[in-house]
């Protein structure tokens, strides 16, 4: 003979339960946190956008190969544009239209006071 699995209780607790108060798992909420969690990989890990304090960096991590990259995002209480042409360390960079140029470790470090707007990065690994 089968044995019968365990019924549902009112308010969604397992019947059977040693404790009896496990509420049921829903998997609605696993899609939206997995999503967010995928976007943050590639904000932080693959454009390389983060925080240092209250200053914002930028180090790119493409793939050798990868198409040019683009994304906007909310910055503060603005957007931030950004523009990746190719893989590698940074050759050169351009914030709002002005010439930026990376730290000695490969990190370009926004001024002091960014507000938004766009930022074009052009990689070593770049064929021009």
Same mark, same amino acid.
């Given at each position: 003979?089968?044995?019968?699995?365990?019924?549902?209780?009112?308010?969604?607790?397992?019947?059977?339960?040693?404790?009896?108060?496990?509420?049921?798992?829903?998997?609605?909420?696993?899609?939206?946190?997995?999503?967010?969690?995928?976007?943050?990989?590639? /904000? +932080?890990?693959? !454009?390389?956008? #983060?925080?240092?304090?209250?200053?914002? %960096? @930028?180090?790119? $991590?493409?793939?050798?190969? *990868?198409?040019? /990259? +683009?994304?906007? !995002?909310?910055? #503060?209480?603005?957007?931030?544009?950004? %523009? @990746?042409?190719? $893989?590698?360390?940074?050759? *050169?960079?351009? /914030?709002?239209?002005?010439?930026?140029?990376?730290?000695?470790?490969?990190?370009?470090?926004?001024?002091?006071?960014?507000?938004?707007?766009?930022?074009?990065?052009?990689?070593?690994?770049?064929?021009?």
């Amino acid at each position: 003979m089968a044995q019968q699995r365990p019924g549902r209780a009112r308010g969604g607790v397992v019947r059977g339960d040693p404790v009896g108060s496990l509420p049921r798992a829903e998997t609605c909420g696993i899609i939206p946190w997995t999503s967010g969690e995928i976007a943050l990989f590639v /904000v +932080r890990h693959v !454009l390389g956008v #983060r925080f240092e304090g209250s200053t914002l %960096a @930028i180090r790119p $991590a493409l793939y050798p190969g *990868s198409p040019s /990259v +683009r994304a906007d !995002l909310r910055f #503060r209480a603005a957007r931030i544009r950004v %523009a @990746i042409d190719g $893989a590698g360390p940074i050759a *050169s960079a351009r /914030v709002n239209g002005e010439d930026a140029k990376p730290d000695a470790d490969g990190v370009l470090r926004l001024p002091p006071g960014f507000a938004g707007g766009e930022v074009s990065i052009r990689a070593a690994g770049t064929a021009r």
